[in-house]
């Protein structure tokens, strides 16, 4: 099926064939899939040894553990279960403006990482975060053409407004369970409470991947002299989030050290909680974050 | 500090405006960023590292007001005056010729010595400044502190052969004491002072002896010369050998018997000089001021201009000017035995040389109309009547000089020429409107033109008549220079003859000295600076060689020793004002301004390249 979008086209998917989202930890499911839980199945690898008991199917019974304790053991094997990939995107204007670039980015990563999902017969969701709720894009698609068809709605998207990460999150009626990944995807440049969000999907047992996508002009600023800044989630110029300055070297040094600490204590936040983080700019290739950063930390395989 | 320009702080208004360029800058320039959230977390970094945000956010606007400040106090001409500690002096050092007096070392010299001693103790912790007292008075040094400086600077000072000028002294001593008021004023000279004042006067007189010629004169009694001379002695009372010298022949002197600090007069009146040219006295006197022993006198009343009077007769005109005592006239009856050059004045009288004289001044009078037009004038005719003459009311030399002390009315005219061109020439008298007697000086060539003869005016029965005379030949004949004797710092013009290719004023000083200055440009004006006997020689074109002399004199009162004063003007502190003719020393806090002007610039500049 040929598929040529702004977000996603044929030559950028071919090249996420033969990746795969990778679930951490042992997870529940309800259809089988192909991650592991920590529940017991029928599938040919091998788990566990469980002394045989009444109603045991008598054809595990390894009869070489028989010959050596004189008693029966039966084998058990592991039980893969299907995967729920969730991706929240943030849809507020800072995310698309001053460039395209930074929402081009987001776009792609959640295309990229929902094709990977259904790619491996998981299902995905793709919600977008705008203002204090998470619309659904294109509802649970768990087959490629059901997902190419949500995925083109992407190109109509339009950031705008502000985003409330922590009201969206929490109060999105289906997070989910212990059955899967969500994916956070946003600069996480807000007011909004978002750890907040982060432990509450922890809580939903959720394996959580947080990925800030910053503009170049968000990391190296290049203005000077005496500047208005304004906010492009400001409603009007009167916003207190407008802010005027007059910006020396001292002023871009104390912003890249406020950066800085800024996605350091992201980073110290997720470590803490055993959250994959990932920071990016917007004109960084895409694979550089999926083929070499996320392949290194397993979140890809 | 003080400022010698106040309105120069005027520039800080220029601060003013730069304030409010600032205001009025063009507003803070729009750009939209994605957040602003780092940003605002950015804001609280800088308040918390940078404590003095304020000053380096304000530091270009402080830089550039300082700046301006500096250029504004720069203007305003900013001089330091300096604190006294042992007490600055200023030194006033009496350059009169009478501090020459001294045996073996001058007055002069002492004073210099005594300076020296005294810049030695002061110089250490403050400042001195000498004053030379010439006839001029002028700074040696203002305030300086080099010993070493001020003894080169009192090493070159040379007393002059004039009087001092001590009134001016002060007044530049007002200039430095009114920047520091605490300095004390001393004054070096030969003279003592009852009452000085602040100012400590320092007398270096010695009570030495002075035999002086005050004066000498030459008398004509009876057709012959009589010389009186005013000897006097200072210090003691004496009797003084008198030598006279007249034309280079020495004649019996005579003994001047003067009491102490008294004069004397020694009379030869029996010398049966009728003529003289120069006539000298000198003193044998061992006395300690030699410039007054001697006194050159030159003969003023002798006829040194040579007139050729061309006439076919002598007549009235004839004989006033032979009655000029400086015209020696020479009488040509005919035209053709007239001379062109070496005369100093040429009349033609009822006749016209073919070829106007070039080296003298000319006069026509009756002119003849043949002719005229070779000297530049056309005569018309003759008219008859009853004329009464009138000034033409020019202002020029020739119409004051030869109008001087004449009633114009009163000349009556029964027949004159009237002149149709005149071109160049001056009215100096009209008659009936038509100019009767003209006047015209064409570098230095000087021609009068008397259109009517003598007999037929009333001139001859006037007593204007040689009045009028005397006026013509003061202003065709001048003399060399204006007298024989100058006095020390008298500006000595020297009129030149025409055709004068260069004169030279040699000068044998009093003291033995010899100078020669040789001018080619003309007007000559001679600083009379030193005493002596001068010798003028005008070479003119033709190759004339003519010679004046005169002598140069100090002072009178510079021969007067032991002058008690009653009061001396002392320096006035008025609080307020500042002697501007003078340079300070405080001129030297420009360089720093300047540099720190230039580090300032540099810090600017800094500061804008970081902003940008």
């Given at each position: 099926m040929m598929t040529q979008t702004k977000v996603i086209d044929d030559k950028f998917l071919s090249r996420l064939e033969s990746a795969a989202l990778y679930m951490r930890a042992n997870m529940q499911g309800w259809f089988g899939g192909n991650h592991p839980t920590r529940s017991y199945g029928s599938t040919v690898e091998f788990a566990d040894y469980q002394e045989y008991a009444l109603g045991d199917d008598i054809r595990r019974i390894d009869w070489n553990l028989f010959s050596r304790f004189e008693k029966y053991f039966i084998k058990l094997y592991v039980d893969e279960r299907q995967m729920h990939t969730q991706i929240f995107l943030d849809c507020s204007a800072s995310m698309q403006k001053p460039d395209a670039g930074k929402a081009l980015y987001a776009m792609r990563l959640a295309a990229a990482l929902g094709f990977l999902s259904v790619q491996n017969m998981d299902r995905t969701s793709i919600r977008l975060i705008k203002g204090e709720r998470a619309e659904d894009l294109c509802g649970v698609v768990t087959g490629k053409n059901a997902f190419f068809r949500g995925v083109g709605k992407l190109d109509s998207l339009v950031f705008e407004g502000s985003s409330d990460l922590e009201k969206a999150i929490v109060n999105c009626p289906s997070v989910g369970t212990n059955n899967g990944l969500t994916v956070l995807i946003s600069d996480?440049?807000?007011?909004?409470?978002?750890k907040k969000a982060v432990s509450y999907l922890l809580y939903q047992k959720r394996q959580v991947l947080l990925v800030q996508v910053l503009s170049p002009e968000d990391v190296d600023p290049f203005f000077n002299g005496r500047t208005r800044l304004i906010d492009?989630?400001?409603?009007?110029?009167?916003?207190?989030r407008n802010i005027k300055l007059k910006i020396t070297r001292a002023n871009l040094k104390a912003y890249r050290e406020a950066l800085e600490d800024f996605i350091g204590d992201i980073k110290h936040f997720c470590a803490a909680r055993e959250v994959d983080f990932f920071s990016v700019v917007s004109d960084e290739p895409i694979e550089k974050l999926l083929f070499d950063r996320m392949l290194k930390i397993g979140t890809v395989k | 500090m003080k400022l010698l320009l106040p309105l120069g702080l005027i520039g800080l208004v220029s601060v003013l405006a730069l304030i409010l360029i600032y205001i009025f800058k063009p507003k803070y320039q729009d750009r939209k960023v994605s957040s602003t959230y780092v940003w605002k977390l950015s804001l609280q970094y800088q308040k918390r590292k940078v404590p003095m945000q304020w000053l380096q956010n304000s530091l270009l606007l402080l830089i550039q007001i300082l700046i301006l400040a500096l250029i504004a106090f720069t203007m305003a001409e900013p001089y330091i005056v300096l604190a006294s500690k042992n007490g600055e002096k200023i030194a006033i050092l009496d350059?009169?010729?009478?501090?020459?007096?001294?045996?073996?070392?001058?007055r002069f010299e002492r004073a210099k010595k005594q300076i020296a001693s005294l810049a030695d103790g002061t110089v250490d912790a403050d400042r001195f400044s000498i004053i030379l007292a010439a006839d001029e008075a002028s700074f040696l040094i203002r305030r300086s502190d080099s010993a070493a400086y001020i003894k080169q600077k009192l090493f070159e000072a040379e007393c002059g052969y004039g009087a001092s000028d001590l009134d001016e002294a002060m007044e530049l001593a007002e200039g430095v004491l009114e920047e520091n008021p605490s300095a004390e004023v001393y004054l070096f000279t030969d003279k003592e002072y009852l009452d000085s004042g602040p100012v400590k006067v320092v007398d270096l007189s010695d009570k030495e002896w002075n035999a002086a010629v005050l004066d000498f004169r030459a008398e004509l009694v009876k057709g012959k010369y009589v010389f009186t001379a005013e000897i006097a002695s200072y210090g003691k009372a004496a009797e003084i050998p008198v030598s006279i010298e007249i034309d280079g022949k020495e004649r019996l002197g005579r003994l001047a018997d003067c009491a102490k600090d008294g004069t004397c007069k020694v009379v030869w009146d029996s010398l049966d000089v009728y003529d003289y040219t120069r006539a000298e006295i000198a003193l044998s006197a061992e006395d300690r001021f030699g410039y007054d022993n001697t006194f050159v006198l030159f003969n003023d009343q002798k006829a040194n201009f040579r007139v050729q009077f061309v006439s076919a007769d002598t007549g009235f005109l004839y004989w006033a000017l032979s009655s000029v005592p400086s015209c020696n006239v020479t009488l040509v009856t005919e035209i053709d035995k007239a001379v062109g050059s070496g005369f100093d004045l040429y009349v033609y009288n009822s006749v016209l040389p073919a070829e106007m004289p070039q080296d003298g001044a000319v006069w026509f009078v009756?002119?003849?109309?043949?002719?005229?037009s070779v000297h530049g004038f056309r005569i018309g005719g003759e008219r008859e009547g009853d004329y009464v003459l009138a000034g033409s009311g020019g202002t020029s030399e020739a119409c004051r000089t030869i109008t001087r002390g004449i009633w114009p009315s009163s000349i009556t005219l029964s027949k004159y020429s009237y002149l149709t061109a005149y071109t160049g020439y001056e009215s100096v008298l009209t008659c009936d409107g038509s100019p009767v007697l003209l006047a015209k000086n064409e570098n230095g060539l000087k021609t009068l033109i008397l259109a009517f003869n003598i007999h037929w005016s009333n001139l001859p029965v006037l007593t204007d008549f040689p009045r009028l005379i005397g006026n013509m030949c003061s202003y065709s004949l001048s003399p060399t220079v204006e007298k024989n004797a100058y006095l020390v710092g008298e500006e000595i013009g020297i009129h030149t003859k025409p055709n004068v290719r260069s004169v030279s004023v040699k000068g044998v000083f009093t003291d033995g000295g010899e100078s020669e200055e040789i001018y080619t440009s003309f007007p000559v004006s001679f600083p009379s600076s030193r005493t002596g006997v001068y010798t003028v020689t005008q070479t003119l074109l033709s190759g004339e060689v003519v010679t004046d002399y005169f002598t140069v004199r100090s002072p009178q009162a510079e021969s007067v020793f032991g002058v008690v004063e009653t009061t001396l003007t002392v320096p006035i502190v008025?609080?307020?004002?500042?002697?501007?003719?003078v340079a300070r020393d405080t001129v030297d806090i420009y360089v720093y301004l300047a540099a720190a002007l230039l580090v300032l610039l540099c810090i600017e500049w800094g500061l804008q390249y970081r902003e940008q």
């Amino acid at each position: 099926m040929m598929t040529q979008t702004k977000v996603i086209d044929d030559k950028f998917l071919s090249r996420l064939e033969s990746a795969a989202l990778y679930m951490r930890a042992n997870m529940q499911g309800w259809f089988g899939g192909n991650h592991p839980t920590r529940s017991y199945g029928s599938t040919v690898e091998f788990a566990d040894y469980q002394e045989y008991a009444l109603g045991d199917d008598i054809r595990r019974i390894d009869w070489n553990l028989f010959s050596r304790f004189e008693k029966y053991f039966i084998k058990l094997y592991v039980d893969e279960r299907q995967m729920h990939t969730q991706i929240f995107l943030d849809c507020s204007a800072s995310m698309q403006k001053p460039d395209a670039g930074k929402a081009l980015y987001a776009m792609r990563l959640a295309a990229a990482l929902g094709f990977l999902s259904v790619q491996n017969m998981d299902r995905t969701s793709i919600r977008l975060i705008k203002g204090e709720r998470a619309e659904d894009l294109c509802g649970v698609v768990t087959g490629k053409n059901a997902f190419f068809r949500g995925v083109g709605k992407l190109d109509s998207l339009v950031f705008e407004g502000s985003s409330d990460l922590e009201k969206a999150i929490v109060n999105c009626p289906s997070v989910g369970t212990n059955n899967g990944l969500t994916v956070l995807i946003s600069d996480f440049m807000t007011e909004s409470n978002w750890k907040k969000a982060v432990s509450y999907l922890l809580y939903q047992k959720r394996q959580v991947l947080l990925v800030q996508v910053l503009s170049p002009e968000d990391v190296d600023p290049f203005f000077n002299g005496r500047t208005r800044l304004i906010d492009f989630e400001a409603q009007d110029p009167l916003d207190e989030r407008n802010i005027k300055l007059k910006i020396t070297r001292a002023n871009l040094k104390a912003y890249r050290e406020a950066l800085e600490d800024f996605i350091g204590d992201i980073k110290h936040f997720c470590a803490a909680r055993e959250v994959d983080f990932f920071s990016v700019v917007s004109d960084e290739p895409i694979e550089k974050l999926l083929f070499d950063r996320m392949l290194k930390i397993g979140t890809v395989k | 500090m003080k400022l010698l320009l106040p309105l120069g702080l005027i520039g800080l208004v220029s601060v003013l405006a730069l304030i409010l360029i600032y205001i009025f800058k063009p507003k803070y320039q729009d750009r939209k960023v994605s957040s602003t959230y780092v940003w605002k977390l950015s804001l609280q970094y800088q308040k918390r590292k940078v404590p003095m945000q304020w000053l380096q956010n304000s530091l270009l606007l402080l830089i550039q007001i300082l700046i301006l400040a500096l250029i504004a106090f720069t203007m305003a001409e900013p001089y330091i005056v300096l604190a006294s500690k042992n007490g600055e002096k200023i030194a006033i050092l009496d350059a009169s010729a009478s501090m020459m007096a001294g045996d073996g070392e001058s007055r002069f010299e002492r004073a210099k010595k005594q300076i020296a001693s005294l810049a030695d103790g002061t110089v250490d912790a403050d400042r001195f400044s000498i004053i030379l007292a010439a006839d001029e008075a002028s700074f040696l040094i203002r305030r300086s502190d080099s010993a070493a400086y001020i003894k080169q600077k009192l090493f070159e000072a040379e007393c002059g052969y004039g009087a001092s000028d001590l009134d001016e002294a002060m007044e530049l001593a007002e200039g430095v004491l009114e920047e520091n008021p605490s300095a004390e004023v001393y004054l070096f000279t030969d003279k003592e002072y009852l009452d000085s004042g602040p100012v400590k006067v320092v007398d270096l007189s010695d009570k030495e002896w002075n035999a002086a010629v005050l004066d000498f004169r030459a008398e004509l009694v009876k057709g012959k010369y009589v010389f009186t001379a005013e000897i006097a002695s200072y210090g003691k009372a004496a009797e003084i050998p008198v030598s006279i010298e007249i034309d280079g022949k020495e004649r019996l002197g005579r003994l001047a018997d003067c009491a102490k600090d008294g004069t004397c007069k020694v009379v030869w009146d029996s010398l049966d000089v009728y003529d003289y040219t120069r006539a000298e006295i000198a003193l044998s006197a061992e006395d300690r001021f030699g410039y007054d022993n001697t006194f050159v006198l030159f003969n003023d009343q002798k006829a040194n201009f040579r007139v050729q009077f061309v006439s076919a007769d002598t007549g009235f005109l004839y004989w006033a000017l032979s009655s000029v005592p400086s015209c020696n006239v020479t009488l040509v009856t005919e035209i053709d035995k007239a001379v062109g050059s070496g005369f100093d004045l040429y009349v033609y009288n009822s006749v016209l040389p073919a070829e106007m004289p070039q080296d003298g001044a000319v006069w026509f009078v009756d002119p003849p109309a043949d002719l005229a037009s070779v000297h530049g004038f056309r005569i018309g005719g003759e008219r008859e009547g009853d004329y009464v003459l009138a000034g033409s009311g020019g202002t020029s030399e020739a119409c004051r000089t030869i109008t001087r002390g004449i009633w114009p009315s009163s000349i009556t005219l029964s027949k004159y020429s009237y002149l149709t061109a005149y071109t160049g020439y001056e009215s100096v008298l009209t008659c009936d409107g038509s100019p009767v007697l003209l006047a015209k000086n064409e570098n230095g060539l000087k021609t009068l033109i008397l259109a009517f003869n003598i007999h037929w005016s009333n001139l001859p029965v006037l007593t204007d008549f040689p009045r009028l005379i005397g006026n013509m030949c003061s202003y065709s004949l001048s003399p060399t220079v204006e007298k024989n004797a100058y006095l020390v710092g008298e500006e000595i013009g020297i009129h030149t003859k025409p055709n004068v290719r260069s004169v030279s004023v040699k000068g044998v000083f009093t003291d033995g000295g010899e100078s020669e200055e040789i001018y080619t440009s003309f007007p000559v004006s001679f600083p009379s600076s030193r005493t002596g006997v001068y010798t003028v020689t005008q070479t003119l074109l033709s190759g004339e060689v003519v010679t004046d002399y005169f002598t140069v004199r100090s002072p009178q009162a510079e021969s007067v020793f032991g002058v008690v004063e009653t009061t001396l003007t002392v320096p006035i502190v008025s609080g307020s004002g500042t002697d501007a003719s003078v340079a300070r020393d405080t001129v030297d806090i420009y360089v720093y301004l300047a540099a720190a002007l230039l580090v300032l610039l540099c810090i600017e500049w800094g500061l804008q390249y970081r902003e940008q």
